[in-house]
């Protein structure tokens, strides 16, 4: 059987002679045009893209307002600050003594968290991360949990900070020279974290997609970010938002 296009029909046109014409189903009920083909196949996608707006949860909401320190917890009085709208710590004129972590109130758990961040420094260990899924010590000035890596030889790696201490993933080299830029330069990330699966992006190239094998380790916490201590640096943060997941 072949068949024939002809002005909004879909016309049989059979081998042996024409006995009679027959319907035919493509993407919903029986069609004798193309005008109804048109509106179930449209109907359709327009379902898909409402089914997976709902999966994906609602819009992204600012973390940090860029003048308050409003849903932060931390040592705001002599290592945190807000200066030209980011959170900032540390100093080119004296050396950063301890780790110190700016934390959120607030418990997250399946989400995409995407901030802007900024090292400086002239020596020492120019480093900082954003922590994630992450719990305070006790009586400590550390924290424990998932670190998305920043500084020189760590950017764009998970690291798992005062826990199992180590790189839990990282890019290769060709990778990482598409996404690095050079210190002093505001950079993107993007952190994604939806049951074991963690994922990262450095100005917008994918560094890490991590399958978290270890079933004890917690999928929610904090969110944190970091300024390491023994270096002359500083360490800002910007533009954080947030956008959970069901």
Not at 141 to 147: D, R, T
Request: net charge positive; glycine share 8%.
């Amino acid at each position: 059987m072949i068949y024939r296009f002809q002005k909004n029909t879909l016309e049989s046109i059979p081998l042996l002679p024409k006995t009679r014409s027959r319907r035919y189903r493509v993407c919903g009920p029986r069609f004798t045009g193309f005008r109804k083909l048109q509106l179930h196949c449209w109907l359709a996608l327009a379902l898909h893209f409402i089914s997976s707006a709902t999966v994906l949860g609602q819009d992204s909401k600012l973390l940090f307002d860029g003048k308050s320190f409003e849903g932060w917890e931390g040592n705001t009085k002599t290592v945190w600050r807000i200066e030209d709208g980011a959170l900032t710590a540390g100093s080119l004129t004296s050396r950063q003594k301890d780790n110190d972590f700016l934390a959120t109130t607030a418990e997250y758990q399946n989400f995409e968290l995407e901030l802007e961040w900024k090292l400086q420094g002239t020596e020492g260990f120019i480093n900082g991360g954003v922590q994630f899924r992450t719990k305070r010590i006790p009586n400590h000035h550390e924290v424990s949990g998932y670190q998305a890596d920043l500084g020189a030889g760590f950017d764009g790696a998970l690291y798992d900070e005062s826990r199992r201490n180590k790189i839990l993933a990282k890019p290769d080299e060709e990778t990482l020279k598409k996404a690095i830029k050079p210190l002093g330069q505001w950079n993107h990330y993007r952190i994604r974290a939806q049951g074991n699966h963690i994922q990262l992006w450095l100005n917008g190239i994918k560094t890490v997609d991590y399958m978290e094998t270890d079933t004890n380790i917690p999928q929610t916490g904090i969110i944190a970010v970091q300024i390491h201590g023994g270096a002359t640096a500083i360490a800002q943060y910007r533009k954080l938002s947030i956008k959970e997941f069901k």
